[in-house]
């Protein structure tokens, strides 16, 4: 038997329903916040996730995955989309576009790390890009967009978790600083924190093997360290998320593991999620541009939100809940009804309701069909009910059954179908 490759999988009904409804969410309050979507391609040259991510970062070092194509170049699969946005950004000259350039996305991301609950290695992000900006006004409805949307897709209880990595005035001495104390501390460390002590000293926050925590803990903080300029952007941001009633935690480790971060960065964790708890990531990256060669500066900040991790928060909080059946089960008895019913169910449908036909002849078995397709009416159509013009209409739910005029099947099954209205 062949079967998805490990680390993909099949979204299948009815969690598929649960996928479009979070992308239909996000897309609303996207357009709200005057957003536009972006459509980059799923592959892109090595080198742009290599400058762009960082050479050092677990992504570029482990997880891409790349591949020589036949004129030599190395593509490599997007494992995130940030470095693709700002790259069509420069290639389309967007810099003389008019005004800050607010761009989502959602689609496929590729990493190859080792499968669990919660990760993959073909996940889903809907992201968003907002250039051309330096303002922490901008951080902060960033951040608030990211609250619409988790608000907007029913999900509760995602904690904010909020930082500053400083910029290329203030990091390079705090990670001086952070390598001298790594010297007395990283023998007793796991090897990659051993090996990025003098490489990539930042990289060793974010370490997540349990024994070197205490040992990271105890390691200089960044917000210590911070530029004058980098401290007012942070303290400007956290003062415009409590005016928003936004809650937050400042955690000073929070330096996510892409390279091109510079002052905010965040991240959304949700308890349902146990150890891939990260339903979203995001921060500022006011340099990326230019080390991806544009000439202009293009200052950013955005985010990416897990759909995989978001699906699985909402469907644990629904429970086994099913999807919804169609509202109408239409039960032909003999070719002319069948005839018949197919008229019908076009025109219904062109109504607005989701018909389903029983192709079955037999009355007894139609009517099981409809009770386990979850249908909330049954349409009964056979001679007579032709020959009288009639139709006989059974609620699912209670059994009761009437006869109607062809004009009141559709107000009738609309009525049972609206939300009930709240009496005042
Ligand atoms: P990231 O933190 O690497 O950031 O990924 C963002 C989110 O994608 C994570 O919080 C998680 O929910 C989800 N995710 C990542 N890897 C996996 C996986 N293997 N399986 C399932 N879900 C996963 C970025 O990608 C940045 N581009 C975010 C950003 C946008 N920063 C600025 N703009």
Redesign the pocket.
Known sequence: MIKAIR?TRDILPPSSAVWNGVEASAREVFRTFNYQEIRTPLFEETVLFARGVGAETD?VSKEMYSWEDRDGTSITLR?????SVIRSYIEHRMDQWVGVKKLYYMGP?F?R?RPQK????Q???I???CIGSESPLIDAEVIELVVEILERCGVEGAKLLVNSVGCPRCRPSFIETLKASLQAVKGNMCEDCQRRADTNALRVLDCKVEADQPVIDALPSILDHLCGECSTHFATVKELLEARGIAYEVKPRLV???D??TKTTF??VHGALGA?S????????DGLAESLGSRVAAP???????????VMTIEEARGGETAAGPDLFIAPMGDAAQKHAAVLARDLRREGLVVEVSSDRKLKRALETANKTAARWTLILGDDELAAGTYSLKAMASGEQRSVKREEIAPAVKRLTAPVAVQS
């Open positions: 680390g992504i494992p995130e989309n940030t470095a991301m990493r790390e919660g990760r993959y290695r996940f889903f992000q992201g968003a890009e996510r593991g892409l091109y971060y991240e959304f891939q990260a339903v979203c990531g995001g921060g500022r990256y950013g900040i955005g985010f990416s939100i897990g759909e995989d991790r978001l």
